[in-house]
């Protein structure tokens, strides 16, 4: 993860001009921006303030404000390592978690694993067992941005 530069805007309407307006300029720039995909940025974990405001256009039914602020940008890519969560471990793999990104990790990766219920047990190490809610550490192979968000397939890096 990194600190980038965000470039944007959000709109306000005329009666959210008052005393507190830069608390609802934050409060709109979170809601828009953090915990959300861009297929240019990448996943912005984190906005951080301050924020600047540059300048805006006054229309009659809405007041657009250009702002910039810097975030704590995840950008997917071939070859990231990263830790996540085990939500779902199924006959087709493990569904895992990156803060909001979906990993797959399909059952083809994991030949060192055999799949009982809903849990992996490691061939190889006997008192290995993945079950959901673990942290496991994964290298991603492939990712896509689609419907606003990314989707990501990876590998277990077997520890």
Same mark, same amino acid.
């Given at each position: ?8 805007? =959000? ?19 979170? &809601? #828009? ?6 297929? &240019?940025?990448?996943y912005i974990t984190e906005v +951080? ?5 540059? %300048?805006?256009?006054?229309?009659? %039914?809405?007041?657009?404000? *250009? =702002? ?17 969560? !085990?939500? $779902?471990?199924? *006959? @087709? ?11 797959l990790i399909p059952?083809?990766?994991?030949? *060192? ?6 849990? +992996? @047990? ?11 809610? /673990?942290? !496991?550490? $994964? ?7 689609? #419907? ?9 890096? /077997?520890?």
């Open positions: 993860m990194k600190k980038n530069l965000i470039i944007g805007e =959000i709109y306000l309407s005329p009666s959210e001009l008052n005393e507190n307006f830069y608390e609802i300029i934050k409060k709109k720039t979170v &809601t #828009k921006y953090e915990k959300i995909s861009f297929e &240019t940025i990448g +951080l303030f301050p924020i600047t405001i540059h %300048d805006s256009v006054i229309k009659s %039914d809405y007041i657009k404000i *250009n =702002i910039s602020f810097y975030a704590i940008v995840f950008q997917p890519g071939k070859g990231v390592k990263l830790t996540a969560e !085990i939500q $779902v471990i199924f *006959n @087709h793999g493990i569904f895992c978690f990156f803060e909001n990104l979906k990993i059952t083809n990766t994991l030949k *060192n694993f055999r799949l009982e219920g809903n849990k +992996l @047990h490691s061939i190889e190490k006997k008192e290995k067992i993945l079950c959901t809610g /673990d942290k !496991i550490e $994964v290298k991603l192979t492939e990712y896509r941005y689609e #419907k606003k968000q990314f989707s990501c397939i990876g590998i277990l890096i /077997d520890s």
